[in-house]
């Protein structure tokens, strides 16, 4: 039995994913998940919900977001989740991008006063060597530029 009536089309505004050239080319590097909207830490608030690595760069990322976008848009009010690339030089026996992530995840720890609504790593974790690799001020910089980027 056929049924003439027609479906509607929906379209939607904002793209479902967008990869940029940083993330195709860099094989190894950290990505930090913001949310619409800020959330409330003990020492302050924060759009960044998530903080990831991969080394296996654009794939990872997106089957990570896709991944973590469940658990993440479960989150009251949050509606979108921007994921955004960070890298770092490499240095020879040196993976440089697990060092960075470890970095910016106790640099949020210290500023926000616990990791990432969405991190399991690094809840129980102290500074190692991180800081021969990064000021710990350039960390910082790099976590208030997500935590209050407008998405």
């Known amino acids: 039995m056929s049924n003439n009536k027609k479906l509607t089309i929906k379209t939607h505004g904002n793209a479902a994913i967008t990869i940029n050239r940083h993330a195709v080319k860099a094989e190894k590097l950290v990505y930090l998940a913001q949310a619409n909207k800020s959330f409330t830490y003990p020492h302050g608030k924060s759009r960044i919900v998530y903080i990831g690595t991969t080394k296996d760069g654009a794939s990872r990322i997106a089957s990570s977001a896709a991944a973590k976008a469940a658990d993440l848009l479960k989150l009251h009010g949050v509606t979108r989740l921007d994921f955004h690339v960070v890298t770092c030089a490499s240095r020879q026996k040196v993976k440089t991008w697990r060092k960075l992530e470890s970095g910016l995840i106790l640099a949020f720890k ?12 690094g809840k129980n974790k102290a500074w ?3 800081l021969e690799y990064f000021t710990r001020d350039r960390l910082e910089k790099v976590l208030e530029k997500y935590s209050k980027l407008k998405p």
């Open 110 to 121: 210290h500023r926000y006063g616990e990791v990432p609504k969405c991190n399991i790593q």
């Open 128 to 130: 190692g060597d991180e």
